[in-house]
């Protein structure tokens, strides 16, 4: 069967198709895979602590083992109890495990958590063209989804949230939903004994926790900073953002400098459309800078290239890091040199 599409997998993960017997989870957010996994064996079985109603396999087991997906998913549980696999899917090839999964439907539900698969990738294609299995793409959060996230766990904890602290942690968090359920629990922690959070209270828990890292990145990409710009990239890598996020926020703000050219040609101010845009005061600095470097022709152009590499890198798991590197690397290029004639 082909992927759900987004706005259903929450009412499916509430109620589970029983007709499926095969679950594969995947996307760019492993934290929201993992999340989702677990509600839906929840739903799967009575007790997920209990060793016998939940059999955990690590894909890269099964390379040296390939029948024991098969055995384990056409096992009865004791007394007929019920049993569910969960699959976290590996590096290592195991194609013929799959192979054997996908001939019929097994006796107990197999969930398969993975990473961010290729549309070609084997496993996804076997999934999407199995009758008796189903698809459920994990991308970050957006945020139509993070609003309720942020009342969830808030909520959980009797807080309120100000309109000025939501936008705040609509635009900090995302990439991770793992993450930002983390960060939320840290902010709440910060809060207690308050019944409003508000915008001070996300500025002292939450600055560090996504935003400021790529926004840091992105401005020594735009401002032609080379050598913060492959440290920053690293950081950026090792906190867990991946590179279809990463050049997407590239490619926003290219997008942003863009319309503030055309606006600065139609005769308005800047301070005007900083205030319009929302820059965020600690990178007014910045950003004035850029203005200067960037002509319309060059951000039309990088517009360009960063939707390709943004396409590309999702299209190709495996070129991903490659695209993501020679793009930050081509636009710090462009705007050094511009810097340099300028001197």
Request: one cysteine or more; hydrophobic letters at 40%.
């Amino acid at each position: 069967m082909a992927a759900l599409k987004s706005g259903d997998i929450e009412a499916f993960l509430r109620k589970p198709d029983r007709a499926f017997s095969i679950f594969l989870l995947y996307g760019p957010d492993a934290g929201l895979a993992h999340e989702r996994s677990r509600l839906l064996i929840e739903k799967l079985i009575d007790d997920p602590s209990d060793p016998f109603q939940l059999i955990r396999i690590d894909g890269d087991q099964l390379s040296t083992d390939p029948t024991r997906l098969q055995d384990e998913a056409n096992t009865v549980g004791l007394f007929e109890s019920k049993r569910t696999i969960w699959l976290r899917a590996g590096t290592k090839p195991n194609q013929s495990s799959f192979d054997l999964l996908f001939k019929a439907p097994p006796i107990c539900p197999v969930v398969i958590e993975a990473g961010d698969l290729a549309p070609r990738h084997a496993l996804r294609q076997a999934v999407e063209s199995c009758k008796f299995a189903v698809v459920l793409p994990c991308y970050a959060d957006e945020g139509r989804d993070l609003p309720k996230l942020i009342d969830e766990v808030l909520g959980q904890f009797k807080l309120h949230v100000d309109d000025d602290a939501r936008q705040s942690l609509i635009s900090s968090l995302g990439a991770d939903r793992l993450l930002s359920r983390r960060e939320l629990e840290k902010l709440a922690l910060y809060a207690y004994g308050q019944s409003i959070v508000t915008s001070d209270d996300v500025d002292a828990i939450l600055s560090n926790a996504a935003q400021v890292t790529i926004d840091m990145l992105v401005d020594s990409v735009f401002s032609g900073e080379a050598q913060s710009m492959d440290s920053l990239l690293e950081r950026a890598i090792k906190e867990g953002f991946n590179p279809p996020f990463i050049i997407g926020a590239l490619l926003r703000h290219a997008f942003l400098l863009l319309n503030t050219q055309k606006e600065l040609e139609s005769g308005r101010s800047l301070g005007t459309i900083e205030k319009q845009s929302r820059v965020f005061y600690k990178r007014v600095s910045a950003f004035r800078r850029q203005v200067t470097l960037w002509s319309t022709a060059a951000l039309q152009s990088a517009v360009t290239s960063l939707g390709d590499a943004q396409l590309a890198a999702r299209q190709n798991s495996t070129l991903s890091d490659t695209l993501l590197s020679r793009s930050c690397l081509s636009l710090a290029l462009a705007a050094r040199r511009v810097a340099m004639q300028a001197c």
